[in-house]
């Protein structure tokens, strides 16, 4: 059971564009909401999270909106860099359980 | 500050060898240890983790095991690998970001 899912395995945009990664997930009882960057061969590191309670987390070129109606959150990157070229991951958190749940990924390319 | 160190970054390995990969914490006391993997193409999957000294949980069954002879020391095992073991081995820790993980920068590990 996939609880956490990416749809869009890839993404490619033009540097200074708008990139838009979408992320559903099926368990309303998450409590956080994380995307991790990784670049090949590396650990992911953190990125950007948001909580439950809120709609909208903003960090530099980074927000993540969550929409729990329609259990989707999306990160948004503007404007876009070549250095951003990675696998982004969608994860949740419930935090009684401290385990994150991961979705599949999606590899963004950014093209000069 | 706290620091992940997993080892070794790559391996090679042949069918029914063994394995052992390693992972330790430094600057913190009594943290919550995972090992993930990644398949070729896929997400990242949780393989088990700890709470404790000696306290593990698996969330797949698998080939592989795992202890936790000390506090901030994380083992991965295997007494005779498979093929299908080979994938992109991720350490991690909680703390650090609000409610995420702090991951090392992995194993790769291919079986041949």
């Known amino acids: 059971d996939q609880q956490v899912k990416q749809n869009s395995p890839s993404l490619s945009v033009q540097e200074g564009r708008i990139s838009i990664l979408n992320c559903d997930y099926t368990n309303s009882m998450f409590d956080y909401f994380l995307w991790y960057k990784k670049y090949p061969a590396e650990g992911p590191t953190f990125l950007i999270s948001?909580?439950?309670?809120?709609d909208k987390n903003e960090d530099g070129r980074f927000t993540v909106f969550l929409n729990k109606s329609a259990k989707h959150l999306s990160l948004h990157i503007v404007p876009s860099q070549p250095g951003d070229s990675a696998v982004y991951f969608c994860?949740?958190?419930?935090?009684?359980?401290?385990?994150?749940?991961f979705g599949g990924g999606t590899r963004v390319l950014v093209k000069p | 500050s706290q620091t992940i160190h997993q080892w070794p970054a790559t391996l090679v390995q042949p069918v029914g060898s063994p394995l052992s990969l390693e992972c330790t914490v430094e600057g913190t006391s009594n943290p919550n240890l995972y090992w993930y993997r990644q398949a070729a193409g896929r997400g990242l999957q949780l393989l088990f983790y700890?709470?404790?000294?000696?306290?593990i949980s698996s969330e797949v069954p698998q080939n592989l095991s795992a202890s936790r002879p000390q506090d901030r020391q994380f083992i991965l095992s295997s007494k005779k690998l498979l093929l299908s073991d080979s994938g992109f081995y991720l350490c991690?820790?909680?703390?650090?970001?609000?409610?995420?993980?702090?991951f090392g920068s992995g194993t790769r590990l291919t079986v041949v």
């Open positions: 700890s709470v404790g000294i000696g306290q």
């Open positions: 948001i909580s439950s309670i809120k």
């Open positions: 991690a820790w909680s703390g650090g970001h609000l409610w995420g993980y702090t």
């Open positions: 994860a949740a958190l419930k935090a009684a359980g401290n385990k994150l749940t």
